[in-house]
């Protein structure tokens, strides 16, 4: 069964940076894909970013240049480096193991407002 726990979300300032984590149990990280999304409510969840097994990464055009997102193997965690927060980054984010689509985490809050 993998379980997924976000954590760091909190309300920061525009151009602003937060970490936000996701820890994984039930699977090995390192060898699946890892997707990271964030949802607003009353819209549709919207994919942020991914970490293939092979360790490459790849990024919505919104988020690119701004957010990283990087694995701890011995953690079995997976991150997103958030960096020049606007407001529109504002959302619930998630972690997603694509092999296990349909196990979702509770998510995480992020809120960037003056």
């Known amino acids: 069964q993998v379980q997924l726990v976000e954590s760091g979300g909190n309300l920061v300032q525009p151009g602003g940076s937060l970490r936000l984590s996701c820890a994984v149990s039930?699977?090995?990280?390192?060898?699946?894909?890892i997707n990271w999304y964030r949802q607003v409510t009353g819209k549709e969840r919207e994919w942020v970013a991914v970490?293939?097994?092979?360790?490459?990464?790849n990024y919505a055009d919104s988020v690119k240049g701004r957010f990283t997102v990087s694995r701890d193997n011995a953690k079995n965690t997976v991150y997103l480096q958030m960096n020049n927060l606007k407001p529109e980054d504002t959302a619930v984010y998630y972690c997603?193991?694509?092999?296990?689509?349909?196990?979702w985490g509770q998510g995480t809050q992020v809120t960037v407002s003056s």
């Open positions: 997603n193991v694509a092999r296990y689509s349909d196990s």
């Open positions: 039930g699977i090995i990280v390192s060898i699946n894909t």
């Open positions: 970490i293939f097994s092979i360790g490459r990464t």
